[in-house]
C-alpha cells in the first residue's frame, strides 16, 4: 500500500502560481510512476501531468503544457507540480496518484493509489 496526502492548494488570482506536493509513504516510492490528475465543477477527472519512477521523463496535458511542470525528490518521498500562470478553467480539485509500475501514464485507470485531493480555485 501507498498512501498519498496533497496539499499546497489555495485560492490564487489568474496569472498567479501555486506549488502542490504530494507526500508518500508506505511501500517503496521510489519505483512508482506518479501523476496528477484534476477534477473541475461538473466535470470528469481529467489527466493534468505524469513524471517516471526516475524523473526523467515526464508527459502533461495539452492544456497546462508550457504552465506546469511535474518534479519528484525520491529522497523525500515527494512529488511536485509547480503551477505557473493559472487560468480559471485550471480551478479543480488536484490529485495525486501513484501506480504499480516505473513508466509514466496517462490514463486514471492505470494508477493503483490516490490521494484525497487539494483544492485549486482561480479567480479572474
Known amino acids: 500500500q501507498v498512501q498519498l496526502v496533497e496539499s499546497g492548494g489555495g485560492l490564487v488570482q489568474a496569472g498567479g502560481s501555486l506549488r502542490l506536493s504530494c507526500a508518500a509513504s508506505?511501500?517503496?516510492?521510489?519505483?512508482?510512476?506518479m501523476g496528477w490528475f484534476r477534477q473541475g465543477p461538473g466535470k470528469e477527472r481529467e489527466f493534468v501531468a505524469a513524471?517516471?519512477?526516475?524523473?526523467?521523463?515526464?508527459y502533461y496535458a495539452d492544456s497546462v503544457k508550457g504552465r506546469f511542470t511535474i518534479s519528484r525528490d525520491n529522497a523525500k518521498n515527494t512529488v511536485y507540480l509547480q503551477m505557473n500562470g493559472l487560468k480559471p478553467e485550471d480551478t479543480a480539485v488536484y490529485y495525486c496518484?501513484?501506480?504499480?509500475?516505473?513508466?509514466?501514464?496517462?490514463?486514471?485507470?492505470?494508477?493503483?493509489?490516490w490521494g484525497q485531493g487539494t483544492q485549486v480555485a482561480v479567480s479572474s
Open positions: 496518484a501513484a501506480r504499480q509500475g516505473m513508466a509514466a501514464l496517462t490514463s486514471e485507470y492505470r494508477y493503483d493509489y
Open positions: 508506505g511501500r517503496t516510492f521510489v519505483t512508482n510512476a
Open positions: 513524471i517516471n519512477w526516475s524523473g526523467d521523463s515526464t
